[in-house]
């Protein structure tokens, strides 16, 4: 089969006396590598800061997307897009030596002018690159669990003990409740443990009111509509089953993976592939345990400039939301940036109204 790896054409501008290049080491290139063998181009949700010479101005939810690409003499390399500043920042990362440069050199450019990102305190595009890097972590802490037939020595009780867990997870609010009739026609498809919270606490809230459970038949349309196009689509029956306070949506496959996050405000859908493998209803339940156990407020929030949280200015300028209800960009929001602008909205009116894929 004929190679259809995309070649970028390169005119790279000379390197600066003395200055020494941004490198990957091997490990953070073997990492992308991988991804890139498992999934082929996938897109990988992280916090940018807004300030990266301020830690404390706050940060963002931004996205890279990452594509295997040759240069025009072959030499492969990597190509990331972030969207963490203004504009689409390109990265091309060498997966082996090209000209004088080791493998694992970053380069930085808007078309086929690139230079090479460098060490110098004073190199702007080197200070955004460390922080956009951040998302290789997240890479790294995304594997599948281990099967339930290995040993894991440090394992958390709560994960593994389904009512601790009850007693450490606990309600904001609490929902409207799910008749027995509707936990018995889901019992088998989604968790055990969600059907138990179902019991308990109804449609309720979390996190301080950020997270919400939802009835999966409702948002089964706009997830089919979603996942069309996705490296999800035709790998599991997927289920929606809670949704954050901006109208992210938390999504489990039947017998795959539970912690798919399907984002309409960044058009993304965000699952890695180590957690697309089948696996046991023991581990999909063991696996939501741990993800909700792990949840905190600042995960389903965004801070401004001064570093203030939205979902707070949000609730304080226009209300607690009411039961079913999300904060959701106006028409001048869509605009000026999602969370510019944020109404009280119906999540499902909001989704069918977004139609954001």
Request: glycine share 8%; proline share 7%.
């Amino acid at each position: 089969m004929a190679d259809v790896t995309p070649r970028l054409s390169i005119d790279l501008q000379p390197l600066p006396v003395g200055a020494e290049p941004w490198r990957l080491d091997p490990e953070e290139l073997s990492i992308l590598r991988r991804t890139l063998d498992e999934t082929g181009d996938f897109q990988q949700p992280y916090a940018a800061l807004v300030d990266p010479d301020d830690a404390d101005a706050g940060s963002v939810d931004a996205y890279v997307e990452v594509s295997a690409v040759q240069l025009e003499d072959g030499t492969p390399a990597i190509l990331i897009e972030d969207d963490g500043a203004e504009a689409i920042t390109r990265y091309v990362v060498l997966e082996r030596g090209w000209q004088t440069l080791p493998a694992g050199t970053l380069l930085q450019g808007a078309g086929p002018g690139m230079a090479v990102v460098t060490l110098a305190d004073d190199d702007a595009s080197g200070m955004q690159a460390q922080g956009m890097l951040g998302f290789l972590d997240l890479l790294v802490a995304a594997p599948a669990l281990p099967s339930s037939a290995e040993p894991r020595p440090d394992a958390d009780p709560v994960m593994d003990d389904p009512g601790a867990f009850l007693e450490a997870f606990t309600p904001s609010t609490i929902g409207v409740p799910v008749d027995e009739s509707t936990r018995t026609h889901w019992r088998g498809r989604l968790p055990d443990t969600l059907l138990a919270l179902w019991q308990r606490d109804g449609l309720a809230r979390y996190l301080e009111g950020r997270m919400m459970l939802v009835r999966p038949e409702c948002y089964a349309t706009v997830l089919a509509t979603a996942l069309v196009g996705s490296p999800l689509e035709g790998v599991d029956t997927f289920h929606a089953y809670a949704i954050t306070a901006f109208g992210q949506l938390l999504v489990c496959g039947e017998n795959t993976a539970v912690e798919i996050i399907v984002d309409p405000c960044h058009r993304q859908v965000a699952a890695h592939a180590s957690m697309l493998a089948p696996s046991t209803a023991e581990e999909r339940n063991a696996r939501l345990r741990l993800l909700l156990t792990l949840l905190e407020v600042h995960d389903f929030d965004v801070t401004d400039a001064q570093g203030r949280s939205v979902y707070a200015m949000t609730r304080d300028r226009v209300g607690a939301l009411a039961a079913g209800e999300i904060y959701t960009p106006d028409l001048a929001g869509l605009s000026e940036g999602w969370e510019v602008r944020l109404v009280r909205q119906d999540a499902l009116e909001a989704w069918q109204t977004l139609r954001p894929f």
